[in-house]
């Protein structure tokens, strides 16, 4: 990836990753001029320490084979390959160290941009990013003045992103497989197969 000029980060648990995923990484692609996506699986989010969550190992698998033939997007190891917590600041750091000359841009929804502030060391992220890409749901942007004075620098980094609104959810998918109603088509072909031959999310 030498050369690179514009990065963006997608974090996520991907448990299982969807249609969803792929509809706003692409538009986050195209309307923010990024080289390259870096999907970043995170093993053990720390938000989400009381949840259940499927294995590494296979959430690895399902996102291996859901980008395996989309030449734009490329899994990356920035959380996987170190122990927790994996915090969002030390993976842009870590992002910085191997792409030093590129622009960093972070992918997140609406919910988390109005809790950013809550985030661990969420004024070091702010700073070390050269931007954010947000998706939100209609009637649910977060009051940037607001979160300005709690981050100060953070409002000219956010670019929201226009994108189909489209309600599919890994936590939906999930429920429909252990109860037997209709998911192939939420998910990437590799990623339906996956599950439904291996049996996952079944009780």
């Not at 030093?100 to 941009?113: E, I, K, N, R, T």
Request: aromatic share 8%; charged share 20%.
């Amino acid at each position: 990836m030498a050369g690179l000029r514009r990065v963006g980060l997608f974090g996520g648990t991907f448990d299982p990753p969807h249609v969803g995923h792929f509809i706003l990484a692409a538009e986050a692609q195209h309307q923010l001029s990024l080289d390259k996506m870096l999907w970043v699986l995170t093993p053990n989010p720390p938000h989400k320490l009381n949840r259940e969550i499927t294995p590494l190992a296979q959430r690895l698998e399902m996102l291996q084979a859901a980008l395996a033939d989309s030449p734009d997007f490329e899994l990356s190891r920035l959380d996987i390959d170190r122990p927790p917590p994996q915090y969002a600041v030390d993976t842009v750091r870590l992002c910085r160290l191997l792409h030093p000359q590129a622009q960093v841009f972070y992918l997140m929804g609406g919910d988390s941009l109005r809790d950013l502030p809550t985030w661990h060391q969420a004024q070091g992220l702010v700073t070390s990013l050269d931007g954010l890409g947000v998706l939100c749901r209609p009637g649910s942007v977060p009051d940037l003045g607001v979160l300005e004075s709690l981050l100060p620098g953070l409002q000219p980094k956010v670019h929201f992103i226009n994108a189909p609104q489209i309600d599919i959810s890994a936590s939906d998918i999930r429920n429909r497989a252990r109860q037997s109603r209709p998911y192939r088509y939420f998910l990437p072909a590799p990623v339906y197969e996956y599950v439904a031959q291996s049996g996952l999310y079944r009780d």
